[in-house]
Each structure stands twice: as structure tokens, then as C-alpha cells.
């Protein structure tokens, strides 16, 4: 592994002294300053951001404090740099836990957003956390507000008060926004990972917002225990990796997925969780399914529960990952009859879709080189 360290400071010199004390199979290429103040630190070359192209790393490990103001200097000031390499991009805390050294500090970073809703996310988190963190806006706002926009268009606009289903909760931005908009709802977080799941109470607590009933449980078309894989880097990517079927591309490229050691959980049908629960499909007023790619298989574990009652659902669209796509297909077409795109719905160009062009739509999707959308269905 090759890397270019960003700073020059306390952080930089602990982390050299480390590497060199642990890793030596791990090689420095540079050493960055914002400001170039010297030209060798430590016999390596101090180089300015702009200068990043022309060296060769896996990792460019910021090791500063400050680490959101560096990737805002760099978004500001090189945003050419910034583009080609944001991936390529962790902090040391991160980086210190991909090589293995437990004594990392300060695991969770939190953030106050402009709806005066507040998160906490591990450090790690530079999806999901970071976009708040920098936007101020909740994640996924946008597409909350338009699934009740949709369901009101599509459904009948009525009062609504019945249960919520956020299957696949991470760390809470669906359910919590959701009982913001609507306090009266009934929700349900679902979410297997142990990590996920703690800040997910955290942030119910953190939210006041107790009533939400949180379930540390993977749904699915069996029950059981299944592997799961906690995504250090995007803990909402976390979820089923068949690693053997699944391309090494799609868990590594761009270091979209560091996977960490697999973690065994229980799973249940959707069918049987209702059961379970003393919940009747009629009170279920929304569901939300984003589950890295087992949508298929949640709706397969829940035909009885969708089949009795038309419910509004939006999902994560990933047909790559569905292995059966025909049983899928069969299974939507048994209980919906149209979809549509939610993200061009937003952008105002879109076509409602009936049920049987699911394979044509998926078919359009792998020509125009997409992988995942969001569909909602009625």
C-alpha cells in the first residue's frame, strides 16, 4: 500500500512513527500542505494539493484535526484534485482502523441540521454523515417528502396515520424525518447491524423521539441467520455481500465499500414479522425498503402481507443484485400495477410505467450504464 499524508503536524509525525514501528509494507509517497511551508518532512517530498496528480498513492490519509475543513479547502480551492480523488480521500482515524490499530479517538462525529434535527455518525461515515454534515440538510430529504407527495398523487390524498415501515434504517435520517413531517405515524426502524442499529437508538434519543419502535432484525425470504457486512466507510452500504458471486469491482471500486469481518444476524419473512407483531397489513400505511440490493428477497419473504393490502412502497431499485429478476418481476406484477422513476419525477421529466415494463425499464437502465434508482410503486 502506498499513501500521501496530508499535514505536517503532531498527527502526520505520531503516524509515520507508527507505520514505521508496525508497517513497513506500507510506503509514503509525499506529504501535502495546504501552504507549502518546507520541501522534505521526514526525508519525503512536501508537496501543495495541485501537485497530487502527478504522484502515485491508494490513499491520501488526512492528518489534521480539522478533517472536514480540509475537504472543503480542497472542494473550494483545487476541485479538479478534489473530483478525481475524493475516494481516495480518509482520515487518520479511519485509516488507522483499515490497518488495524484499535487506538483510533474520537469514533463519532454529530451534526445539527437546518430542520433542527441532530445525528450522530462514526468519523468513518463519508456518505451519508458527510453530506449532512456539509449541506445541512437531512439525508434523503428530497425523496421523504416526495414518497408522501406520491402517495397522496397516486393512492388518494387522506389522513394517514397508520404504520410507517423504514426497513433498513441505518442510523435513523428516514424514520426520524418521517415522524417529524408526521408525528402521528406509527413507525417501525428496522436494521440488522449491531453498529447501524446503536445509533439508530441514539439518534431516536438524541431526537426525542422515543415512540419510535426500533428492531435490530433483517428481513428477508427466510428465517434464520444470515452473514452480514458492516461497510466502514458508508455504514448505510452495509448489508448481504455474497462474496464469491458478487464482482470484486462493485465492493471495491473507487473505494466505494471497505468491508469489515462478517457479523451473523437473524432474519425473518416480512410476512412473519407482521404476524408476530399484531399488525394488520391494512394499517400499514408506507413502506421504505433500502437494503443494498435484498429488496427481492424482503418482497418475496412479504407477498402475503403486500397481497392483502396494496401498500405504498418505495424502494431502492438494484437489479444487479437480485439474482432472480423473473421471480422479482413476477412477484411486483402479482401486486402492483404501475411504477414510476422517483428521481425523474423530481426532475419534473418522467412516465408512469405500467407493472410489465419492469424488464424493459431494467434493460433501459444497464444501456444508460445505471445501476441502482429509486422506484415507487402503486
Known amino acids: 500500500m502506498n499513501i500521501a499524508i496530508y499535514g505536517t503536524g503532531h498527527q502526520a509525525n505520531t503516524l509515520v512513527e507508527y507505520l514505521s514501528d508496525n508497517h513497513n509494507e506500507i510506503s509514503i509517497s509525499c506529504f501535502v500542505e495546504s501552504k507549502k511551508t518546507k520541501e522534505l518532512f521526514w526525508g519525503y517530498p512536501v508537496i501543495e494539493p495541485n501537485d497530487l496528480k502527478n504522484y502515485s498513492f491508494n490513499y491520501i490519509v488526512i492528518a489534521i484535526e480539522k478533517y472536514e475543513e480540509i475537504l472543503q479547502y480542497l472542494k473550494n480551492n483545487y476541485l479538479d484534485v478534489y473530483i478525481s480523488l475524493e475516494h481516495q480521500v480518509i482520515s487518520v482515524i479511519r485509516f488507522y482502523k483499515l490497518i488495524g490499530n484499535k487506538n483510533w479517538r474520537m469514533p463519532y462525529h454529530s451534526t445539527i441540521l437546518n430542520n433542527g ?13 458527510r453530506q449532512m454534515l456539509e449541506s445541512g440538510v437531512n439525508f434523503a430529504e428530497w425523496q421523504i417528502l416526495l414518497f408522501f407527495e406520491l402517495v397522496d398523487n397516486f393512492y388518494g390524498k387522506k389522513e394517514r396515520n397508520g404504520y410507517f ?8 435520517t428516514t424514520a426520524i424525518y418521517a415522524k417529524k413531517i408526521k408525528p402521528l405515524l406509527k413507525i417501525y426502524a428496522i436494521e440488522a447491524g449491531q453498529n447501524n442499529f446503536d445509533l439508530l437508538r441514539v439518534n431516536c434519543i438524541l431526537n426525542h423521539m422515543d415512540d419510535i419502535k426500533t428492531v435490530q432484525i433483517a428481513l428477508g425470504n ?8 458492516y461497510c466502514i466507510n458508508n455504514p448505510g452500504g452495509s448489508g448481504f455481500y455474497d ?10 471500486t473507487l473505494d466505494k465499500f471497505i468491508l469489515e469481518g462478517e457479523e451473523k444476524v437473524h432474519i425473518t419473512t416480512l410476512d412473519k414479522f407482521i404476524v408476530d407483531s399484531n399488525i394488520s397489513p391494512n394499517e400499514i400505511d408506507y413502506i421504505w425498503m433500502d437494503v443494498e440490493g435484498y429488496e427481492a428477497k424482503i418482497i418475496e419473504g412479504g407477498m402475503k402481507t403486500l397481497s392483502q393490502n396494496r401498500i405504498p412502497l418505495l424502494h431502492e431499485f438494484a437489479p444487479d443484485r437480485y439474482g432472480d429478476m423473473m421471480k422479482y418481476i413476477s412477484n411486483m406484477q402479482t401486486v402492483y400495477s404501475y411504477f414510476l422513476d422517483v428521481h425523474d419525477y423530481y426532475q419534473g421529466d418522467y412516465r ?21 434508482t429509486d422506484l415507487f410503486f402503486f
Open 117 to 129: 434535527l441532530s445525528y450522530v455518525y462514526t468519523s468513518e461515515d463519508m456518505y451519508i454523515g
Open 165 to 172: 415501515f423504514d426497513i433498513g434504517a441505518n442510523i435513523g
Open 222 to 229: 427466510t428465517c434464520g441467520e444470515n452473514s452480514y457486512y
Open 243 to 252: 462474496l464469491e458471486r458478487e464482482e470484486k469491482s462493485h465492493i471495491t
Open 352 to 372: 408512469i410505467y405500467s407493472i410489465d415494463e419492469i424488464k424493459s425499464f431494467t434493460k433501459k437502465m444497464k444501456e444508460e450504464n445505471h445501476t441502482i
